[in-house]
């Protein structure tokens, strides 16, 4: 590869700080105003215009059941319930049945416009200092005591550096981490990614799934997993999530091709409608920012979570995490979806065909209602930066963990979990690998989280 030398320069520092947060989704927001309400001076840095990551870039407008499965105990409370009732007074949530007859789990479809402002009030009330349409370009590391110190950072005033006690990875593809040359991943089957959009009338158009299978090939789309919801307050306006792109979006020139791909196959899906069906009176009204991303890079930790393990026992001593989700595992090299559930069932649904059922694991004397995450696997393996953990999709989790954990009411905890964890290392004068986990817990107790 042809290179160049860039002059040396000194850099401005923009801003200083106890904690920089890199990276503005509700993960990273999460951990902002935990760190804020316990006292911190907290910094936030997010690439794109608005907060919010894959609910408000890339449009995917549910957040799942804060119950166990059964619908009896909660399992989730914290910011996820705290924006949820906020959002409620707004008339920007529905809440829904999973199983309609047996009202066992609800789960929440978001207005994610009104998302994006209820998130910048939590920024601003929490008096959090914030940087929009500004990216992430390196890590600071003092060449002197090899400490990290800061981040430098790219946007409309140039580059600059952001200074630091303590760092949150909430990237997403760890590029923190990834930038410290810390121990990272790709998994060898690495789910694939979707462009969502908003479409007026699509609830008009007779059997979509079928008329998908029908007729994919005539528009080069993939067999893929279809799902869609109506938007809150817009009756005839539906969020349809069934683009499949499956490229590694941790990568600029497969990130580019993605982007572009994931718009040309809901372009097909339009035409196909419209060619089929030129009744319905359709019109595409949105796409999303950035491509909704299921998973890149994950970074090396303490410990890896195991799905065999997360689904069959799934407590961990020093859970910081609660969920319910079922693992679904994104297929590359077949059609649909696997989804593998607590109760040791699996079920593979591809779009116009029959789900074929089977089991994953032969049933247990009693079967878990809900799987926790261990503060372990936020803590890089490599202790060389004691000050910084991660937050996000990219902790270390096998394949079949990492499709149930990905989900945003579970990382939102993990968001939280992180901004606790930064109060307290620093207030304690602790690295995030020495704090005792069982002090996290409690403070995140003590904050609205449940603990089990």
Known sequence: MVSITEPARNLPVLAEADLCVVGGSCTGVFAAVR??????????????NCFGGVATNAMVNIWHSLHDVHGKEQVIAGLTE?????????????????????????????????????????????????????????????????????II????DGRGAILAKAFVDATGDGDLAARLDLPTYTSDYQQ????????????????????????????????????SSLVPGQHEISMLAASRVAMNMSNAAQLTRGEMEGRRQVRAMMDMIRAHHPQCDIALLQLPSRIGVRETRHVRAL??????????????????????????IHHQDKSGITFRYLNGEQRLSRPGHE????????PLDEEPAFYQIPYRSMIPENGIYPNLIMAGRMIDADEMAH?????????????????????????????????PARDVRKELEKGGSRVI
């Open 153 to 156: 950072v790219e946007n409309k």
């Open 403 to 435: 499709g149930a954990i990905r989900v945003m009411v579970n990382m939102n905890q993990v968001g939280e979990a992180a901004g606790v964890a930064s109060y307290l290392a620093l207030d304690h004068g602790q690295s995030y690998r020495d704090l």
């Open 35 to 48: 760190a804020a309400r316990l006292g911190l001076k907290v910094i936030i840095v997010e690439a794109h």
């Open 192 to 227: 694939p990614g979707t462009t969502c959009a908003k479409i007026s009338n699509l609830r008009s158009v007779p059997g979509f799934s079928d008329l998908y299978r029908e007729h994919r090939h005539e528009y080069d789309l993939p067999e893929t997993f279809i799902w």
């Open 82 to 150: 705290e924006v949820i009732k906020r959002l409620q007074k707004r008339n920007a949530v529905d809440v829904r049945q999973i199983n309609k007859s047996t009202k066992q789990q609800e789960y929440y479809v978001l207005n994610t416009e009104e998302l994006k402002i209820e998130l910048d009030s939590l920024i601003n009330a929490h008096q959090i200092h914030a940087f929009l349409h500004t990216f992430f370009a390196a890590p600071y590391v003092n060449p002197q005591t090899q400490h990290l110190e800061g």
């Open 303 to 328: 410990h890896q979570i195991q799905g065999t393990e997360l689904l069959s026992k799934g407590r961990y001593e020093d859970a910081i995490a609660n969920g319910t989700y079922e693992s679904d």
């Open 355 to 362: 789900s074929v059922a089977s089991r994953w694991r032969e």
